[in-house]
């Protein structure tokens, strides 16, 4: 059973850099069958995805546009887990954070394992 | 604004069916599966339905999910207090190039 778990803290100074890492349990960062995605939620935006890491012989990363100049998801294999860290941040960027893993498919992609959540304020 | 399109609420009685639908563009729902996740209050999003009208292992049969063109539906039937939640479509979109969800629609059971 695969399960993911958030840490990292819950508030961040405005044009400060957000951390989150989320480490993986009863499946690998490094599957080739699967992506390691972070999403976030807020009353303004709705759910929003943020990118994602995968593995198929060698690491890709895809990001959303709307916060490709800023962000960053990094594998880190020796503690099975991956992190996010998004750059610059202003209140727009408060909201609650994902973790989540992927099943790629011909049709898109699924979410079938998300992390309990961790609520990122941005405030001074 | 989000890019899929859901009404922002629904109700029904118990036992009552209920659909929520969702509308796209060709550039996601016209060419990709739909996926939906229902969120409970406080809790992550739950894969519910995937690949327009696949149940993972453990969602009742009360549930189910289908398409047409840029549109797509998810069904409840035998509704239960329980299903009370909000329900999110998702699909990739071949011009953002990644996944993008609806706005969500709270289900209330009355």
């Known amino acids: 059973q695969v399960q993911l778990q958030q840490s990292g803290p819950g508030l961040v100074k405005p044009s400060q850099t957000l951390s989150l890492t989320c480490a993986i349990s009863?499946?690998?960062?490094?599957?080739?069958?699967?992506?390691w995605n972070w999403i976030r939620q807020s009353p303004s935006r709705g759910l929003e995805w943020l990118g994602r890491?995968?593995?198929?012989?060698?690491?890709?990363?895809d990001y959303a546009l709307s916060v490709k100049s800023r962000i960053s998801i990094n594998p880190d294999t020796s503690k099975n887990q991956f992190s996010l860290q998004l750059n610059s941040v202003t209140p727009e960027d408060t909201a609650v954070y994902y973790c989540?893993?992927?099943?790629?498919?011909?049709?898109?992609?699924?979410?079938?394992?998300w992390g309990q959540g961790t609520l990122v304020t941005v405030s001074s | 604004q989000s890019v899929l399109t859901q009404p922002p609420s629904a109700s029904g009685t118990p036992g009552q069916r209920v659909t929520i639908s969702c509308s796209g563009s060709?550039?996601?729902?016209?060419?990709?599966?739909v996926d939906w996740y229902q969120q409970l209050p406080g809790t992550a999003p739950k894969l519910l339905i995937y690949?327009?009208?696949q149940r993972p292992s453990g969602v009742p049969d009360r549930f189910s999910g289908s398409k047409s063109g840029t549109s797509a539906s998810l069904a409840i039937s035998g509704l239960q207090s329980e299903d009370e939640a909000d329900y999110y479509c998702?699909?990739?979109?071949?011009?953002?190039?990644?996944?993008?969800f609806g706005g969500g629609t709270k289900l209330t059971v009355l």
């Open positions: 989540a893993r992927g099943i790629i498919s011909v049709g898109g992609i699924r979410f079938d394992n």
């Open positions: 009863g499946d690998s960062v490094s599957s080739n069958s699967v992506a």
């Open positions: 890491t995968y593995y198929r012989a060698r690491w890709f990363k």
């Open positions: 060709s550039s996601n729902i016209g060419s990709r599966t």
């Open positions: 690949s327009n009208n």
């Open positions: 998702a699909a990739w979109d071949d011009s953002v190039n990644g996944p993008v």
